[in-house]
Every structure is written in C-alpha cells, then in structure tokens.
C-alpha cells in the first residue's frame, strides 16, 4: 500500500477488517517487520487520539518513531508556489517535504481544512503534496477532506459489537460552537456506504456532505425518524459544505444533542463519537456514561486500524 487516504485504498474491505481483528488478538506478531524502518509522524493540528496511537500502532511493529509538529518549533512554511517569500515564512513546503522524506520510511500526515478555499481543501492541497513530493508511503492522520483511521476503527468497533448481521448505523449532526471540518462524516460515509450495514445520515437542511461521500446513503432530515430502530448512532459536528456557506456554523440547536430521550428511539443503539467530544453540546453526560456508550473501545481500535494500515505499508516497501 502507497497512500492511505480513502477506503478504496485498502481493497477488499472484509479482508481488512479480518486482517485489523487478527492484529487485535496479537498486536506483537509482526514486530520484526518494522526493524530499522522509521515512521514519521507530521503534525499541522492538534491530536491527541491519533499522536499516541499511531505512534504506538508503529512501535508495536517495530519501528522507530518520529513525530514532528510543524507549528511548534519547525519553521513556518509557505505552502504556494511562486510567492516571493518576504513575510514570516521561512521554509517553502516545496523543500521541506523532499527533506522530511529523507529521514524516514513511511509518513502520516495531519492536515485540516483551513476553511480559506474550498478548493484547496477539497483538492487536498497539502495531503498531495506529502504523496508527490516526499518519495515514501503516505497515509491520512485527517486531512482536509477525510478521516480513513478514525473510519477503519469505527467500522472495526461496529463489528465487534454488532447484534445483527446488517446493522442500521445513523450518523448524526449535533452542534457545536465552533466550525469543523467534514473529513470525519465524509470518511464515515465513505465507509458505511462499502459496509454490509443501513446506513442512513441525518443533519438539520443545508448541512448536505460531498455527493462523492454520500453516494447512495438514505439523508433524513428528522432527527428522531432517523434514529428509529438504530443499532448504532455516531454523531459528529461538521460546518456546512455547500456554497455560498462553506465552512460556517448555520445552527447550534441543542435540540439535535443526543439525549437519553433520542437513544430511547434506538433498538438499545450504541453511542459513538470520535473524540475529542464537548459535552452536552453534541451528547448528554449521562448518555456518553452510560453502558451504551463505546467512545473508548472506539478509540482504542485506533490503534488497530493505524497498525492494520502501516503494516501494509511495510510490506510494499
Ligand atoms: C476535529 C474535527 O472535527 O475534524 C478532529 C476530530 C478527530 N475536531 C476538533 O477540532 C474538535
Ligand atoms: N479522533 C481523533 O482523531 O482524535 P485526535 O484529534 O485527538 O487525534
């Protein structure tokens, strides 16, 4: 595997779930496959699940690891081509990312949107940038546009935890205060639609996702019709994608927190959420305490899809 950075990249998708399942029950078996290997980890945002889970997803096979957070202590870097670069930018991406290639054997790169351009979020500007120009293996630690290790644990967790062969899986918007990207619905829905689940996505109006993510998935507009009958219920917050109003907040109705009263709806659903989660804004505390909830399980598994996906990784080297 060369790039990571939608579910399409990891082929069969049963195969890769057995693969990550496999991994889980014993997370040492490959630990020679890594040796002298060196994973650089690229940070743009703030992280905590994906910093120490993918770091250690590759000390689990063996290999060093470096992570690097480009705005603490690495020069500020220009990311166009062609500008003359008198203001406070150092070092042009252009230099840098052949440089961090030298040092290392596979890269994860973390780069939001910036909610400046919608095509340079859209087109993945920086994330491409990392496959064209480092000469190593690339995957997504989030990029602009996707999540694929948050998804691949999520996907992971629903089959640990599934009842029925063909679960109904809701997503969710919920408010928060600030504007988020999409990369995490976006990979979710890229997932679920390629699962053996019902998926359906529901969000107040004028918050519809990519139709290159969405695809075929049923969008339901009531909150509590979606949620009837749901085995599981991932919510997450997202800023509006469609134009004129990409990036903004159009809603921070509290009538769409998940709620004891909104699991009531659910055939005994499970919670998920991908962390970090602001209470009582996108789900009540007594919802995220309960025993339907599995946010740490969840989180866990990210170590499982991470180590699934650099395993690959190592073996196309
Ligand atoms: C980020 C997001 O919504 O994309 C990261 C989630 C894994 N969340 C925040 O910035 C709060
Ligand atoms: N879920 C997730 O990616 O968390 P971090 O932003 O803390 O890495």
Redesign the pocket.
Known sequence: MRTYTNVKDLGNLDEAVKEALEIKKNRFAYKNLGENKTLLMVFFN??????LSTQKAGMNLGMNTIVLDINQGAWKLETERGVIMDGDKTEHILEAIPVMGSYCDIIGVRAFAQFENKEDDYNEKILNQFIKYSGRPVFSM?AATG?PL?AFADLITIEEYKKKDRPKVVLTWAPHPKALPQAVPNSFADFMNEANVEFVITHPKGYELDEKFVRGAKVEYDQNKALEGADFVYAKNWAAYTDPNYGQILSKDRAWTVSSEKMALTDNGFFMH???VRRNMIVTDDVIESPQSIVIPE?AN?EISAQTVIKRMLESL
Do not use: D, G, I, K
């Not at 703030?46 to 910093?51: D, Q, V």
């Open positions: 703030s992280s905590l699940r994906t910093r989030e999540h948050q991908c962390l970090p989180a990210r």
